[in-house]
């Protein structure tokens, strides 16, 4: 089940069925299933409480996902900060809801086991994300 949440922001504009889908497929795609999966839109003040609080990290950041997987089973909470998904759409010069896809997609292949913090590890997450997108039409 995934839900869709917010704290002290608006919910953004995302179709809940076809995005539920599509993480899905995408979680099919690394060979799991969906179990409980919590989005939690926030701003940029509650990411960072989030990131002092739970991971000593002094900085803003678009996604933290807490990773509650279960073998083949992915569920997770994954705070997005909306203020920086705009902000880096801004910067890369992308529109704010494809890069609010590439966020959302970003916590699941987390959970599906992707890292992007290693050697190489980055422009794998980048291929895998673009693959995702491309599943929703979405070409970068």
């Known amino acids: 089940m995934i839900t869709y ?13 076809e995005n539920t889908a599509w993480v899905k497929s995408v979680a099919s ?15 940029d ?5 989030v ?13 933290i996902t807490f990773d509650y997987t279960d073998g083949d089973i992915i569920s997770g909470d994954l705070f997005v900060s909306l203020d ?8 890369m010069g992308v529109p704010y809801q494809q890069e609010l896809r590439r966020v959302i997609i970003h916590g699941i292949l987390h959970l ?6 290693g050697p190489g590890e980055r422009a794998v997450m ?10 929703l039409g979405i070409r970068k």
């Open 5 to 17: 949440n917010t704290d002290g922001v608006k919910m953004p504009d995302i179709k809940r069925r």
């Open 29 to 43: 795609a690394h060979g799991k299933k969906v179990g409980e999966i919590a989005y939690i839109f926030v701003d």
């Open 45 to 49: 003040e509650k990411i960072l409480e």
């Open 51 to 63: 990131n002092r609080q739970y991971l000593q990290h002094d900085y803003y950041t678009d996604i």
């Open 84 to 91: 920086t998904v705009r902000t880096n759409a801004e910067q």
């Open 112 to 117: 599906c086991g992707i890292n992007d913090k």
């Open 126 to 135: 980048e291929e895998e994300e673009n693959r995702a997108l491309a599943m």
